[in-house]
Each structure stands twice: as C-alpha cells, then as structure tokens.
C-alpha cells in the first residue's frame, strides 16, 4: 500500500501570519514538522502543501518537496484532497504545520494495520487533556469516542458532561489524520452540514452523514501553536526533553 505524508501550511492565518516560518529554537515550526515526518518509514513521500512562495521557498532550502495548492481552501482536508488529485496514493496522511512536538512513534498511530485501500477509512488522532484549563477553552477539539475508537462527537465545549459521574479523563485533538482516496472524495462532494457550520469542524462532513471516522489515542505530549505565546510552550518542551 502506498502511503504518502502531507503537510498543509499556509501563510494567512487570522491569529498567527506566516505561522509556519515562525521560529522554534532557532528553526523554522515546519521544519521540524518535516523532519519529525520523514522519519516515519511507512511514508513513501512527503510534501508540504503550500500555497505561499515564501514557504516553498524555505521549505525547499531545507529539501523538501513542496506541491504549491490553490490560495481557496477553506479546510486543510479541501488542500489535502487537491494533493489527492495530483499524488496518487492508497491512503494520505495529513500532520498539521503547527505540530511541532509530534514525532514518528505518535504520527504512525493512525494508521491501523490490515487496512483495505479501496475503503473508506478516516481516522485522527487525540490524547488526554492533563491541565483543566485546556479542557475549557473554545481553541481545543473535545472528543468522544465509543469502546471501538469510533468517533461519537466532538465539540469545542467540555463534552461529556460529568452528571453521573467524574471518573473520566477528557480527550484532545491532535492534528494528524488519515485518509484514503474514497474517504477525500466524499469529502470533497459532500456540502457543509448545519453542524458542521456552527462548530467550524470539517470533521462533522462525515459525522453527519452518518461516515465513521476513528480517534486513536496515542497518548503524546502535544501542543499546538495557535499564537505566539505557544511558541514560549514548545520551545520549553523541547528544551527539557535535552
């Protein structure tokens, strides 16, 4: 089975400009979102997906492959879904730009063993939320799953709601997925769902339409960057992890 990396990066985020040249210890965030990626031996290629020459310009001086997209998208599922168009492939695996602590022993965990490449097949990954305050805060994707992995819903509220009991530890977003070409193809033909559009989550395009989707947990340390005051996080992390 053919197995290719992407990494969509793009320049005109609202909070954060150029957020993938922002510097992390002295090196660009998508660099080591690349380096992290090229480690995983599964992948046949890697790409980042850019519709920025700045970016491809830096992306290609470290030597990456970079594939310029259209400056349109509205999701990185739509960018990752014209690389689909372009790079054939069984299945694609999509490690968000602003991962920068995600490194190959958790990126590989979406990708289950025995899978069927003409199937539809959609999985991400989460892990435990460890500090409360994460938990309320609207920037974070709360997930549901049932014993199967299978996805139940995700909200930007604290979900679920702790009335019968506490024993419960509160799950994550984590910006790694995976999908195989039918699973891109539905995506890209399926409108937005009402549900869709109020938690501005396009993982909703296959929860509401009735597509199972899978959060594995790969219990990592992660931490996106959001804004500039992440950056103070990771650089720490990283730092203590010497």
């Keep these: 089975m053919k197995i290719i990396c992407v990494i969509p990066a793009r320049a005109e985020s609202s909070r954060f400009f150029e957020k993938p040249l922002a ?9 080591w979102v690349y380096e992290h990626c090229k480690e995983v031996e599964i992948f046949e290629e890697v790409y980042v997906a850019t519709d920025s020459e700045r970016i491809q310009a830096k992306a290609e001086s470290f030597g990456a492959k ?5 400056s349109d998208h509205d999701t990185a599922t739509e960018r990752l879904y014209e690389v689909s168009t372009r790079i054939d492939a069984d299945l694609y695996v999509m490690v968000n730009g602003d ?3 995600l490194t190959r022993d958790y990126i590989i965990q979406c990708v289950p063993e025995g899978l069927e490449p003409d199937s539809f097949f959609v999985s ?17 994707l709360k997930i549901v799953t049932a014993k199967d992995d299978r996805c139940l819903f995700i909200s930007r509220s604290p979900i679920p709601y702790p009335k019968g009991a506490m024993d419960y530890v509160f799950h994550k977003f984590v910006g790694v997925g995976a999908f195989t070409r039918k699973a891109l193809d539905f995506y890209h033909n399926t409108p937005r769902g009402p549900i869709e559009k109020i938690e501005e989550n ?8 009735h597509m199972p989707i899978y959060y594995y947990n790969c219990h990592c340390k992660s931490l996106s960057v959001d804004n500039r005051k992440d950056i103070d996080g990771v650089e720490a992390i990283l730092k203590a992890s010497k």
Aim: aromatic share 8%; glycine share 2%.
């Design 99 to 101: 991962e920068p602590l």
């Design 202 to 209: 396009d993982s909703f395009r296959f929860l509401e339409n």
């Design 124 to 140: 991400n990954l989460m892990t435990d939320f460890t500090n409360p305050v994460e938990v309320v805060d609207a920037t974070n």
């Design 66 to 70: 970079v594939i310029m997209t259209r």
């Design 23 to 31: 510097l992390i210890c002295g090196k660009p965030m998508i660099q």
